[in-house]
RNA sequence: GCUGAGGUGGCAGAGUGGUCAAAUGCGGCGGAUUGCUAAUCCGUUUCCUGAAAGGGAGCACGAGUUCAAAUCUCGUCCUCAGCGCCA
């Protein structure tokens, strides 16, 4: 049997895994640890109980064996052992049924947080870290969707038709300015030793179930009606559980990959006109860092992931800012997580555009990713995803950043490679 | 989608109701020995529970028959070969 996620660290560390789940200020969270340390305790003294059961099965068994062996009669034996089977059948049922709902208890429990994530509540308690560019603010632009619609390089009205609200067709230059981004940052991290993958669109949910939120079952996953698939809503998803139930060699170690996929988010919820245009859509395309290391390494790959993306940012002369997610805002998964948010001058706001998370152990006891240390010593892995460019939001950020007054659009120089030559997006 | 074959330990590959955690070979780890970069020999090589001794589970997955299942029955998934369809 696979064991989706390790107990014995919680066991072992209980008061330890307490006082740091309550820093994510959800009482509910603590409700469910309680919950599952009881039903824990239950679990094992049944499974002794059924264990026990089986034995004396097992030494009835040997003992029919030896009768007919010797020509002896079995009767009473059999008489005895006809006794065990709905004994041990109901003891295993019992056993089977808490063993579910105390994994179900274990998956919805988040992720142990590290020490430098700063305490507090919500958004407003997260700490910038530091900013990057000139920040100014200019309310005369144009509003990205307008513009691009303007230029005819951006359809929305027709993709709403054919597919809904949250959809858009892009075209002409801005297509090929998404092809262009896309590019630029795969060569960016294949010059540090990224490798490129192209992942299924698609997982089923054991996969699923490993890498996410569980409430993003409902609330974000596309479903495929009548099947167990679901559509990816990130790279990171196939990229880390298609290393489920592996267990690593140390020589390869880390596995350092640039995941690029069509991502599809149902993201229920409203939002107001200024999220209208390239912002929180249903499908878009990303680039993604992967790592997959040993635990030691993790917090070091957590600050490269974080250069890389800041370099993107830079090249496409995009003023940002970094910001560390407080310990109430940080997601289920991550142990320790940074954002990183380009600037609107239009808005005179930043606005999220990455997300780079150190998942610790979390994903890999769920998904049973190890490595081999020495000898035939294992130990869980460490995953980080990072987004190395999310398309749409940074289509946006340029159109707003590289917008002239003439209501063209700039291209980044150094983008200008990947455009066919082209240095400016205008009728 | 149809037809046929098959899914056994890190790998290869035996095993058709109790003698099977499972022969044999290769590999990994630990040790012994040897004066020569090797050979040989011994041990070990999954998971759960338990302080330990021990106990339990595990032959794709799930259900069933049986005192007893890798082995028999049913369902599901996957792989291979052939056919069909197809960007």
Known sequence: MICLIDPKIIRENLEFVKKNLEKRRDPSIIAKLDSWVSSDKEWRELKQKTDDLRAKRNVITENIKQAKMKGESVDALMTEAKTLPDLIK???TKLKELEVSNKALLMNI??????DVPYGKDGDDNVVLRTWGEAVKNPNLIH???????LNVA?????????????YALKGDLALLNMAIVAYSIELLAKRGFSLVIPPAMMNRRAYEGVTDLNDFESVMYKIDGEDHYLIATAEHPLTSMLMDETLEEKDLPIVQAGYSTNFRREIGKHGLDERGLFRLHQFDKVEQIVICKPEESNAWHEKLVENAEELCKAFEIPYRVVLICTGDIGTVAAKK????C???REGKYFETHSLSNCTTYQATRLNIKYRKSGTEKEFVHTLNATEVAIPRMLRAIIENHQTPQGTIKIPQALVKYMMGKTEIKV
């Open 338 to 341: 940074y954002d990183i948010e």
């Open 155 to 167: 359809d929305f009205e027709r993709a709403v038709k054919i597919a809904g609200e949250g959809f």
């Open 110 to 115: 988040p992720n142990i947080l590290q020490d």
């Open 343 to 345: 600037w609107s001058p």
């Open 144 to 150: 990205h969707g307008q513009l691009a619609t303007k």
């Open 90 to 92: 109901a003891s295993e």
